[in-house]
């Protein structure tokens, strides 16, 4: 052995040491590998940290989130981890379904996460949760809607107690809100209700109502996490334990499924309403083939009476008047001719009869001028003598009153009044009434 080991220290001490080299050029290779390592490793680490980053933006894992539940009927369509949209944007998702207790008015438990700030636009009166459908298979989401008091569901301000004095030593009242609804003890009037701030008039009229102490909300301050839900039953807000979690009243559509049910269900009834059309509509055709068989032999009946039409319609289109002729004939029109000649000359006549009246009109007219103003002179002059002697017309008056007496007077006088009487006439003489006791 001890040979052995002699001789193999010999051959060994005979080689050249390649270890310096060997060395050098591991150390090499190794700083290469160690950088590549290196570079791949930090790489690695940006991608992870960007990729993180990016879904934590989406998620929301570093936003605060506000819980609610709602409840529907079914929770066909949904599952855990569906958005959860407002106006279309997806702003939180679905965390939890569940069956309701039995005797509930609905049967599924659904609650969901909304991100900030989206739900600062869902408020106490007007917001519900509307589960629709998503597409043509089956799915649906959740789909919040925008309130319409502007009183927040959940809030992240601070709320402190104050007395009336304390609350009018406050200097920021726009950043100062109700968080319950103040009304007077005796007439019921509200002093102060959410989401308004508090005024100096206000507060003044609290503190005369007797009022000890009323709670505001410092809109000015903004904490990290929810503190304060709004509560239905006391119209305040209350703290939040995440046990209280706020109740969305549901708006849900009937699944497509149960949709396509209906259509179907009604298509089976209007069936048979649609085959006794067909069996109708058959009929209809039936009688047209019939109708259209009639009317080609009808059609061969009217040919020669189409062809008289021809003819007709040829002589009609004759330049020497075929219509005329049939219309007016040559011993008509030759009467037409005579009569329409003699009324011809008759009109003549009649014109000239026209023109001689209208001469001796205006002849007529100018003889009759010069009377005309004589008696227009005659009647001036009596004017001016009436106008002259304003007696005139009471004399002439009382001239023929006495005249009408002195006449009256003749036919009273015996001898004279026979001058007077009326002469006989044709009329039947008066018949004598006797008394019916003297019949």
Request: proline residues 6%.
């Amino acid at each position: 052995m001890a040979g052995r080991g002699g001789r193999f220290w010999l051959t060994c001490a005979s080689l050249p040491d390649l270890t310096p080299q060997l060395r050098s050029r591991l150390s090499r290779v190794e700083r290469f590998v160690g950088l590549f390592v290196v570079g791949a490793t930090l790489l690695l680490l940006a991608g992870l940290a960007f990729y993180l980053r990016h879904t934590a933006a989406r998620k929301g894992w570093f936003l605060v989130k506000a819980t609610y539940w709602t409840s529907t009927d079914t929770a066909t369509g949904l599952k855990v981890g569906d958005p959860v949209k407002l106006w279309g944007f997806n702003v939180g998702e679905i965390t939890e379904i569940n069956t309701l207790p039995y005797g509930e008015l609905f049967n599924v438990y659904i609650e969901f996460q909304i991100r900030a700030p989206y739900f600062g636009y869902v408020w106490s009166g007007g917001s519900c949760a509307k589960v629709t459908a998503a597409d043509f298979l089956g799915n649906r989401y959740v789909e919040v809607t925008r309130g319409n008091n502007y009183i927040p569901t959940y809030i992240q301000w601070d709320i402190r107690d104050y007395t009336p004095a304390e609350a009018l030593a406050l200097t920021n009242f726009p950043e100062q809100m109700f968080v319950e609804t103040i009304r007077a003890p005796i007439t019921g009037d509200k002093l102060g209700e959410p989401p308004n701030s508090p005024t100096r008039e206000g507060l003044q009229a609290i503190a005369a109502a007797g009022i000890p102490k009323i709670r505001l909300a410092f809109k000015g301050a903004e904490r990290k996490h929810i503190t304060y839900v709004w509560d239905i039953k006391t119209d305040s807000y209350q703290p939040f334990r995440k046990t209280n979690i706020y109740w969305l009243p549901p708006v849900e559509s009937p699944v497509l499924t149960e949709r396509l049910e209906g259509v179907i269900s009604n298509v089976q009834a209007a069936l048979p309403v649609v085959l006794s059309l067909t069996n109708q509509l058959a009929e209809i055709l039936t009688n047209a083939a019939s109708l259209t068989a009639r009317a080609d032999a009808l059609v061969l009946q009217a040919q020669p009476l189409v062809s008289n039409l021809a003819a007709i319609s040829a002589q009609l289109r004759d330049p020497h008047g075929s219509l005329g002729q049939w219309l007016i004939p040559t011993n008509l029109n030759a009467a037409l001719l005579t009569t329409l000649g003699d009324v011809s000359g008759t009109l003549t006549n009649a014109s000239a009869t026209l023109a001689s009246a209208n001469t001796n009109l205006v002849i007529l007219l100018a003889q009759l001028n010069p009377p005309m103003e004589n008696l227009s002179t005659i009647i001036s002059n009596l004017n001016q003598q009436v106008q002259a002697n304003t007696n005139f017309v009471g004399q002439i008056s009382s001239l023929i009153v006495h005249l009408d007496d002195l006449i009256q007077g003749f036919k009273r006088h015996w001898l004279l009044r026979s001058a007077f009487k009326e002469k006989p006439t044709n009329a039947p003489p008066r018949r004598t009434v006797t008394p019916k006791g003297l019949r």
